[in-house]
């Protein structure tokens, strides 16, 4: 399987919005409803910030939002903060034949 | 909530086999996939693999003919083997819970950098 593909950075400031896309294929990112967002601060693990294309775990602010378009799964910050600065990772599931996951390679955010 | 925190050697030599462990706090061994996840130093997120409550396993196929993945459901932990390691294997590596539905990977360990080096 393919790691999908995300813009290596983004940026915006304070109280702007950005979006961040994720590009896969008809059997990744268009095919389930299982494309998950991660947020990841220097020197930690990732946090989990959308699951199921478009639901937010308890905790995480309605600021982040994801949405997708065909095969674009797309992740919206709104109001931007100094703490939204970190890396944005997503993950499809890829599995046709077999169980696959895949991530993308990321997206530094960086909040002007 | 689930905590995961996760342990293991963290200097290994060029042919030797990498192996970590993760303990579960606060779960049910029923409730999710166990997985693990590593990130290569400045770079994304690869999948490993995962295990179920009753040991059945998912490889990612890059690194199946080396990947042991097992449960061991009396110590609530489950561990992670990769042999013949190279330089290439060095990564921070995470445990994690993944969702048995729809894919998410929604509880982490802390991660441990693995180093391998002669």
């Known amino acids: 399987q393919s790691a999908l593909t995300q813009p290596p950075s983004a940026s915006g400031s304070p109280g702007q919005s950005v979006t961040i896309s994720c590009t896969g294929s008809?059997?990744?990112?268009?095919?389930?409803?299982?494309v998950s967002w991660y947020q990841q601060h220097p020197g930690k693990a990732p946090k989990l910030m959308i699951f199921e294309v478009t639901k937010r775990p308890s905790g995480v602010p309605d600021r982040f939002s994801g949405s997708r378009s065909g095969n674009t799964a797309s992740l919206t910050v709104s109001g931007l903060q100094a703490d939204d600065e970190a890396d944005y990772y997503c993950?499809?599931?890829?599995?046709?034949?077999?169980?696959?996951?895949?991530f993308g390679g990321g997206t530094k955010l960086t909040v002007l | 909530q689930v905590q995961l925190q996760q342990w293991g050697a963290g200097l290994l030599k060029p042919s030797e086999t990498l192996s970590l462990t993760c303990a579960i706090y606060?779960?049910?061994?029923?409730?999710?996939?166990w997985s693990w996840i590593r990130q290569s130093p400045g770079k994304g997120l690869d999948w490993i693999g995962q295990i179920n409550h009753s040991g059945s396993t998912n490889y990612n196929p890059s690194l199946k003919s080396r990947v042991i993945i097992a449960v061991d459901s009396s110590k609530n932990q489950f561990s992670l083997k990769l042999t013949s390691v190279t330089a290439a294997d060095t990564a921070i590596y995470y445990c994690?819970?993944?969702?048995?539905?729809?894919?998410?990977?929604?509880?982490w360990g802390q991660g441990t950098l693995v180093t391998v080096s002669s």
């Open positions: 993950s499809s599931y890829a599995g046709s034949n077999n169980f696959a996951l895949v």
């Open positions: 606060g779960g049910s061994f029923i409730d999710y996939y």
């Open positions: 008809y059997t990744d990112v268009g095919a389930y409803n299982s």
């Open positions: 994690a819970t993944l969702d048995k539905r729809h894919y998410y990977f929604d509880f």
